[in-house]
């Protein structure tokens, strides 16, 4: 039999309306509508009712025959609104409309459905598994953002730059460790979401519309059917707190910091004066008025894209904060702001991992940028140290020197033995051994530090960390 097209107007009465006298103004009922933004919710809201059904069949509180009517139709309707079969459009949310549909093509025996459950714990489930999709996937686009990350950081244990404090030199580096850096940032987020997933992997469906039902209800048959680890245990608190929305909103808000950050960076890289970076023509953009342009704008819309997550957290914050217990339509709001956040981190996360294998790196660039920022200083006044001279005092004499290369446009591995021995007798030949870039990389061994070895351990302690990230 030829499954029914149903594409239902929405009814002038409403499925709550029995105890309601007339009809609800139109502008008000547009107003109240959540289906423009919640019917992307469709494939979980049909998913956790056919779970509800079949529970309801199992416990004997719906015929087994209606419960196979419903739960047919109900997979007929998924694959007619993913074949675009129906337009879900016109009605009061995705769970109304489903029931309509389903009413409309089954009759009275669609109505059931319903039993022992409330659109509070439905919305509740609905949130709950798509948020969980949600993580699963910004958990996978940061693995691949970690892995190119280690696989550039691999490829340059060798290519020194500059380290910067306040945006001035501070000490030599290598790209490798700059990018170990951002990986370090990264894993640690990949890591919130890990958490996030267990705070939201708990069941809501059978908590009612605020304290539960009287129907002899399975939650456990329905938490195994779809696969949820935990139930939540207060009917009052899994129908009303969104604090693992939250918690999505506040992870994606640490994260979309950290790729504003690095893109920050990028753009400064890529700009005329540092140049310590080239892009690819397939991630920047011309001017329309000055031909010689290569603007970094995707960069700047990922660093721009971070205030918009911002504002979804802090909405969302703003709403819930003065909320009682336990539902409150207030709470529609939350949704707009998950679908909008969600869109925007994953599109953000995809296109910067594409983008960064395509970005070339100057190597002589940086290193002559590195041998001109005077960045030995700190290892001179090491070099003295290690001659027994107090480090207050080792720090000035070598801040007298960097005084003086300013004052005679000259580096620290410019100068002459003679003019060392200016500011302290106890300068020897070994000093420019002590200042030279790669020894100071190299000799920075310590877990954490710049040294090849220090990095080579550290990207095999992150990667091993990785594949324990479940």
Request: proline share 3%.
């Amino acid at each position: 039999m030829a499954t029914k097209k149903s594409n239902p107007k929405q009814p002038n009465k409403k499925m709550w309306s029995g105890a309601f006298v007339g009809t609800l103004n139109p502008q008000a009922d547009d107003f109240n509508s959540s289906l423009r933004f919640d019917k992307r919710m469709y494939q979980e809201d049909i998913t956790g009712s056919i779970a509800h059904c079949e529970m309801l069949g199992k416990q004997k509180i719906l015929p087994l025959a209606d419960v196979k009517k419903i739960t047919d139709e109900l997979k007929n309707i998924l694959s007619d609104i993913e074949k675009n079969k129906i337009k879900v459009q016109n009605g009061e949310d995705i769970h109304m409309f489903v029931e309509q549909v389903l009413t409309d093509r089954i009759g009275d025996v669609g109505k059931k459905l319903h039993t022992g459950r409330s659109r509070n714990d439905q919305v509740a489930l609905d949130t709950r598994m798509y948020i969980k999709r949600a993580i699963n996937e910004v958990r996978e686009l940061l693995k691949n953002l970690i892995n190119e990350l280690v696989k550039i950081a691999k490829e340059n244990l060798e290519t020194i730059m500059p380290a910067f404090t306040h945006l001035q030199k501070a000490q030599p580096t290598t790209l490798a460790h700059y990018l170990m850096a951002y990986a370090e940032m990264f894993t640690r987020d990949l890591e919130r979401f890990v958490e996030n997933y267990k705070r939201t992997d708990y069941m809501p469906l059978g908590n009612g519309a605020l304290c539960g039902t009287t129907y002899n209800i399975d939650r456990e048959y329905t938490k195994k059917y779809l696969g949820f680890a935990n139930l939540t245990p207060n009917s009052l608190d899994g129908v009303s707190d969104r604090d693992y929305l939250l918690e999505f909103l506040f992870n994606s808000s640490t994260t979309m910091m950290h790729l504003s950050r690095f893109n920050e960076e990028i753009i400064i890289f890529v700009s005329n004066d540092y140049r310590y970076a080239k892009l690819s023509d397939q991630f920047s953009t011309g001017s329309s008025i000055m031909p010689q342009k290569k603007n970094p704008d995707i960069n700047e819309l990922v660093r721009g894209k971070t205030g918009r997550v911002y504002g979804d957290l802090i909405s969302l914050l703003t709403t819930m904060k003065g909320l009682p217990l336990a539902y409150n339509k207030d709470m529609q709001e939350d949704k707009e702001c998950i679908f909008d956040c969600y869109d925007t981190i994953k599109i953000c996360l995809e296109v910067f991992t594409l983008m960064l294998p395509t970005l070339v790196w100057d190597k002589e660039r940086m290193l002559q940028s590195a041998n001109g920022g005077h960045m030995a200083a700190t290892d001179v006044a090491d070099y003295l140290v290690g001659k027994n001279v107090p480090f207050r005092d080792a720090h000035e004499i070598s801040g007298s020197l960097v005084r003086y290369c300013l004052e005679n446009n000259k580096t620290l591995n410019e100068l002459k033995l003679e003019e060392y021995k200016k500011f302290s007798k106890l300068f020897e030949k070994d000093v420019y051994k002590k200042i030279d870039l790669k020894t100071l990389v190299e000799n920075r061994k310590v877990p954490g530090g710049p040294s090849k070895a220090a990095v080579k351990k550290e990207i095999a302690d992150l990667l091993a960390k990785l594949k324990s990230v479940k």
